[in-house]
């Protein structure tokens, strides 16, 4: 799995008004490593971000296909 950053990114400008430290509790994750995954696209392939991130897309009524590829 890997994020789709630009995806994500619109999520957050979106539903959170840009504040990614929002979209950050949201989901249940430091903002810290959350702006890394970002802003580092290397790092887009992390389990831990993506099971997070499918979480809060399923409780949102989100297609969390759109922000995830599947390699």
């Known amino acids: ?3 789709n ?3 994500v990114k619109e999520l957050i400008e979106s539903n959170f008004r840009g504040n ?3 979209f950050s509790e949201a989901i249940g ?3 810290t490593y959350v702006s890394r995954i970002l ?3 290397e790092k887009c392939n992390s389990d831990k971000f993506c099971n997070s991130l499918i979480k ?3 409780l949102n009524n989100l297609d969390f296909k759109k922000y995830i590829f599947f390699d």
């Open 5 to 7: 950053i630009q995806q």
């Open 20 to 22: 990614k430290t929002w």
């Open 29 to 31: 994750m430091d903002a």
């Open 1 to 3: 799995m890997r994020v």
């Open 56 to 58: 809060y897309c399923t």
């Open 39 to 41: 802003n580092n696209p």
